[in-house]
Nanobody, 116 residues
Framework: QVQLVESGGGLVQAGGSLRLSCAAS????????MGWYRQAPGKQRDLVAT???????NYADSVKGRFTISRDNAKKTVLLQMNSLKPEDTAVYYC??????????WGQGTQVTVSS
Protein backbone atom coordinates (compact mmCIF):
# COMPACT_ATOMS: atom_id res chain seq x y z
CA GLN A 1 0.00 0.00 0.00
CA VAL A 2 2.66 2.51 1.08
CA GLN A 3 5.84 2.49 -0.93
CA LEU A 4 9.03 4.56 -0.81
CA VAL A 5 11.28 4.79 -3.84
CA GLU A 6 14.74 6.32 -3.56
CA SER A 7 16.82 7.70 -6.38
CA GLY A 8 19.94 9.78 -6.91
CA GLY A 9 22.64 7.53 -5.52
CA GLY A 10 25.88 6.96 -7.35
CA LEU A 11 29.64 7.28 -7.36
CA VAL A 12 31.30 10.62 -6.68
CA GLN A 13 34.73 11.87 -5.72
CA ALA A 14 35.46 13.30 -2.30
CA GLY A 15 34.30 16.89 -2.11
CA GLY A 16 31.55 16.33 -4.63
CA SER A 17 27.79 16.49 -4.25
CA LEU A 18 24.76 14.29 -4.71
CA ARG A 19 21.07 14.80 -4.22
CA LEU A 20 18.91 11.92 -3.05
CA SER A 21 15.19 11.84 -3.61
CA CYS A 22 12.54 9.69 -1.95
CA ALA A 23 9.01 9.61 -3.31
CA ALA A 24 6.23 8.14 -1.19
CA SER A 25 3.05 6.68 -2.60
CA UNK A 26 -0.12 5.38 -1.02
CA UNK A 27 -2.28 6.70 1.80
CA UNK A 28 -0.85 7.88 5.10
CA UNK A 29 -1.26 10.69 7.59
CA UNK A 30 -0.09 14.12 6.55
CA UNK A 31 1.37 14.37 10.05
CA UNK A 32 4.57 12.42 9.84
CA UNK A 33 8.34 12.36 10.00
CA MET A 34 10.45 11.47 6.99
CA GLY A 35 14.14 10.90 7.08
CA TRP A 36 17.30 9.38 5.74
CA TYR A 37 19.36 6.66 7.37
CA ARG A 38 22.52 4.99 6.16
CA GLN A 39 24.25 1.68 6.67
CA ALA A 40 27.79 0.75 5.72
CA PRO A 41 28.83 -2.92 5.41
CA GLY A 42 29.19 -4.54 8.82
CA LYS A 43 27.83 -1.50 10.63
CA GLN A 44 24.51 -0.50 12.16
CA ARG A 45 21.97 1.65 10.41
CA ASP A 46 22.36 5.24 11.62
CA LEU A 47 20.22 8.34 11.37
CA VAL A 48 21.40 10.94 8.87
CA ALA A 49 18.62 13.52 8.96
CA THR A 50 14.90 13.79 9.63
CA UNK A 51 12.23 16.35 8.85
CA UNK A 52 8.71 16.64 10.22
CA UNK A 53 5.66 17.54 8.19
CA UNK A 54 5.86 21.02 9.72
CA UNK A 55 9.46 21.46 8.64
CA UNK A 56 11.49 20.82 11.79
CA UNK A 57 14.82 19.18 10.99
CA ASN A 58 17.36 17.09 12.84
CA TYR A 59 20.83 16.06 11.66
CA ALA A 60 23.52 13.69 12.75
CA ASP A 61 26.57 15.58 13.98
CA SER A 62 28.68 14.02 11.25
CA VAL A 63 26.65 15.66 8.46
CA LYS A 64 25.74 19.02 9.97
CA GLY A 65 26.74 21.86 7.69
CA ARG A 66 27.17 19.53 4.72
CA PHE A 67 23.77 17.89 4.20
CA THR A 68 20.38 19.55 3.89
CA ILE A 69 17.06 17.75 4.16
CA SER A 70 13.89 19.18 2.68
CA ARG A 71 10.45 18.00 1.66
CA ASP A 72 7.57 18.72 -0.65
CA ASN A 73 4.37 17.69 1.11
CA ALA A 74 2.24 18.02 -2.00
CA LYS A 75 4.51 15.62 -3.88
CA LYS A 76 5.08 13.41 -0.83
CA THR A 77 8.79 13.66 -1.49
CA VAL A 78 11.81 14.15 0.74
CA LEU A 79 15.19 15.28 -0.56
CA LEU A 80 18.69 15.07 0.82
CA GLN A 81 21.24 17.45 -0.65
CA MET A 82 24.71 16.15 0.16
CA ASN A 83 27.68 18.47 -0.30
CA SER A 84 31.36 18.15 0.54
CA LEU A 85 31.07 14.39 0.51
CA LYS A 86 33.67 12.30 2.31
CA PRO A 87 34.68 8.65 1.86
CA GLU A 88 33.12 7.88 5.24
CA ASP A 89 29.76 8.90 3.79
CA THR A 90 29.85 5.75 1.66
CA ALA A 91 26.85 3.62 2.55
CA VAL A 92 23.45 2.46 1.44
CA TYR A 93 21.03 5.28 2.15
CA TYR A 94 17.49 4.41 3.19
CA CYS A 95 14.42 6.59 3.23
CA UNK A 96 12.05 6.21 6.19
CA UNK A 97 8.48 7.36 6.72
CA UNK A 98 6.90 7.48 10.19
CA UNK A 99 3.22 8.41 9.81
CA UNK A 100 1.11 9.32 12.81
CA UNK A 101 -0.85 6.33 14.04
CA UNK A 102 0.74 3.51 12.06
CA UNK A 103 3.89 1.53 11.45
CA UNK A 104 7.01 2.95 9.89
CA UNK A 105 7.99 2.29 6.29
CA TRP A 106 11.39 1.90 4.68
CA GLY A 107 12.63 2.26 1.14
CA GLN A 108 14.85 -0.34 -0.48
CA GLY A 109 17.93 1.88 -0.32
CA THR A 110 20.24 3.57 -2.78
CA GLN A 111 24.02 3.16 -2.86
CA VAL A 112 26.25 6.18 -2.33
CA THR A 113 29.96 5.66 -2.90
CA VAL A 114 32.51 8.41 -2.32
CA SER A 115 36.02 7.82 -3.63
CA SER A 116 39.12 9.44 -2.17
Amino acid sequence: QVQLVESGGGLVQAGGSLRLSCAASGSFSSINVMGWYRQAPGKQRDLVATITSSGSTNYADSVKGRFTISRDNAKKTVLLQMNSLKPEDTAVYYCKLDPLGRRAYWGQGTQVTVSS
